[in-house]
């Protein structure tokens, strides 16, 4: 129908977990999600541009819902809330031309009113570390030393001690032990 863009993508039938299809965001369903929550279209329709997701689009984007879960589980359990939690589009629209964008952006608050700051990245395995991770790991210390976390994130504080740390999930041991090797 009209609210939803369906893609075939024949990648999924040589995967051990197959996804039949995935399903996008249309300009019609952005428009009725506008007026049902607010905000502007731009906030629903995704940022990426061609004809269709990768293969690697959809359990990426299922994993990285499990992941956003699990945290809302844990801030709950020690009595925090994630008042903000901005997905990979709306960081696009935040840091356009970034050389690296993350998955995602959490803000948490800690019952004694301490706020706490991070961003997620939900490694695969699927890209080369040295290469990938390099350019993450500069974008990162852009952020941080370039003042760009504390005027985009902080409300335009000037409050220095305003920091931000980098949650990192992987598939497996292997991958993790590669990882700090970089």
């Known amino acids: 129908h009209k609210y939803l863009i ?6 999924f039938r040589q995967r051990a ?17 506008k007026i049902v929550r ?27 819902g499990r992941v ?28 356009r031309g970034w050389p690296a964008l993350p998955d995602g952006y959490l803000n948490v608050l800690l019952p004694n009113g301490a706020q706490a700051h991070f961003f997620l ?9 040295a290469k990938v991770w390099a350019g993450k790991f ?6 941080w030393f370039g003042g760009f976390f504390r005027d985009a994130f902080s409300g335009g504080e000037v409050n220095v001690n305003v920091g931000f740390r980098v949650l990192v999930t992987v598939p497996d041991e292997a991958r993790l032990r590669s990882l700090l090797r970089a």
């Open 121 to 129: 990245e939900h490694d695969r395995a699927t890209a080369d570390i």
């Open 38 to 64: 607010g905000g502007s279209l731009e906030d629903f329709l995704t940022a990426r541009r061609g004809a269709a997701p990768s293969y690697l689009f959809a359990p990426h984007t299922v994993e990285l």
């Open 17 to 33: 977990r197959q996804y039949a299809h995935v399903y996008e965001l249309a300009k019609a369903g952005g428009r009725v999600l």
């Open 68 to 95: 956003r879960l699990a945290l809302e589980r844990s801030a709950k359990s020690m009595n925090a809330i994630l008042p903000v939690d901005v997905d990979d589009r709306q960081l696009a629209r935040t840091f």
């Open 138 to 143: 500069a974008s990162y210390a852009k952020l």
């Open 6 to 11: 369906r893609y075939f993508i024949p990648e």
